[in-house]
């Protein structure tokens, strides 16, 4: 099938904690995997993406880990602000590659 | 200067209806798309246009009618709404059509059917 499933749906955590969120494709051949970050009433943006010959990618507070073996990957926010308080989507190409599916969301509700 | 513009931002307007949300992009891509968000987040694509030629298109009621005059620009024009129609509405580009790219989207369409 053509399915990017992505867990938890809702995450709550305390300021200055990490949050992780998991997600996990279908499609063996797919090898991109970005992350979008939509604010409340605002526009999906790209917030950080890898590529499949690559492991883990950082950039200041957020990463993201891929298992391709596991076909699964993560995005880890460290030291999260309230600011980090948003809807994240994950995304991977499915259907010989053409095709972005997305993720359910994950509402992330940092408390300060 | 913003990327990928839409117009309206805002569309209120009753049952039966019919309406058109415009898209233009000055990033040069040569990929335009059209998804749907409805209240629950998901993201869900409807049409995909590379270069003027419609590549995608979903299981969307034939009432969405996706028209590409150039690559810069892609419009969706809805006959006959209903209820359901109630979403946001995003456009996106990429450089070339592959699932590879990064998408812009535009700051989304809000339609509500009265």
């Known amino acids: 099938g053509e399915n990017v499933e992505q867990h938890p749906s809702t995450l709550s955590v305390q300021e200055g904690d990490s949050a992780v969120i998991k997600c996990t494709y279908s499609?063996?051949?797919?090898?991109?995997f970005p992350w979008y970050k939509q604010e409340l009433g605002k526009r999906p943006q790209l917030i950080i993406d890898i590529r499949s010959n690559v492991g883990e990618k950082k950039d200041q507070r957020i990463a993201v880990t891929l298992n391709k073996t596991a076909k699964h990957f993560s995005l880890h926010i460290t030291e999260t602000q309230p600011e980090d308080s948003a809807v994240y989507f994950c995304?991977?190409?499915?259907?010989?590659?053409?095709?972005?599916?997305f993720g359910g969301g994950t509402r992330v509700l940092v408390k300060p | 200067d913003t990327a990928v513009s839409q117009t309206p931002k805002y569309l209120v307007t009753q049952m039966g209806n019919d309406k058109s949300i415009k898209c233009e992009q000055n990033?040069?891509?040569?990929?335009m798309y059209w998804y749907k968000q409805d209240s629950k987040k998901f993201l869900k694509i409807m049409f995909s246009?590379?270069?003027?030629?419609?590549?995608i298109n979903e299981t969307v009621p034939n009432r969405f009618s996706p028209k590409s005059p150039d690559k810069a620009h892609l419009n969706l024009h809805i006959n006959s709404l209903e209820l359901g129609d109630s979403a946001v509405y995003f456009c996106?580009?990429?450089?070339?059509?592959?699932?590879?790219?990064?998408?812009?989207f535009g700051d989304g369409t809000r339609l509500s059917i009265l």
């Open positions: 996106a580009s990429s450089q070339q059509f592959t699932g590879s790219q990064p998408q812009h």
């Open positions: 246009y590379n270069n003027k030629e419609l590549i």
């Open positions: 499609d063996s051949a797919s090898n991109y």
């Open positions: 990033l040069g891509h040569d990929t």
């Open positions: 995304a991977a190409p499915v259907a010989a590659g053409n095709k972005l599916t």
